[in-house]
């Protein structure tokens, strides 16, 4: 079972910048870091006030209760973050703000794991795709590798002014189109006339409920 890392409003803004912290220096060290090593990557004056904080991810579930700085149940998967809703219909903007980290195999990852982040979709305009053998359905967390040029015939995440949306990317004469697949017939085609911002690329799914 996965276990989502969720940052939500029970931490405080220095926790949140902790744990933050620590997950970054777990995936960047192949191990858990020492106080002294979160205390230095976040320019505090003393490792105190990092175990103050650490103690309280601790009491909150955020952090295994162990004596290191090690996150619970954790295995050989790697974290990834959760930053916010794309839309799978009417465009939805995309709020960069991590709320939550998600663990996955590292293994089905193409480079570091830093290169990705999850997307959560909303709407129906992808129930028929086929991304790593899974539809996208509303609610479903996309895997999404980060890659800012055009991939014709890919699922991508693209942002149209300040909206994110993620449709097949396909050439039309003279514009773009960014293609719905889904079984509802009130998703059409959105046709691009300008440049749009390509922020990656659709590689996995993971199904909604998988953290029930």
Known sequence: MRKIVRMNKKLTSKQKQVLSTIIDLIQKLGHEPTLEQVRSALDYTSTSSVQRHTDS???LGYL?????????????????P???NVACGAPLLAIENIEAY????STGLRGNSDDYFFL????????ATNVNGKTIDDGDYVLVKKQDYPDFGKRIVAL???????????????HIILEPESNNPA????YV????SVQGVAEDVIKKGFND
Request: charged letters at 35%.
């Open 187 to 190: 998703n059409k085609p959105i």
């Open 193 to 196: 006339f300008e440049e749009i």
């Open 160 to 174: 149209i002014g300040e909206n994110a949306t993620i449709k097949r990317l396909k050439r039309g004469d003279g």
């Open 120 to 127: 959560r979709a909303v709407g129906d305009s992808m129930d």
């Open 57 to 59: 991810l601790k009491e």
């Open 102 to 105: 998600i663990p996955y195999d």
């Open 64 to 80: 295994s209760k162990s004596r290191g700085l090690s996150l619970p149940d954790t295995d050989q998967t790697v974290q990834i």
């Open 82 to 84: 959760l930053v916010g």
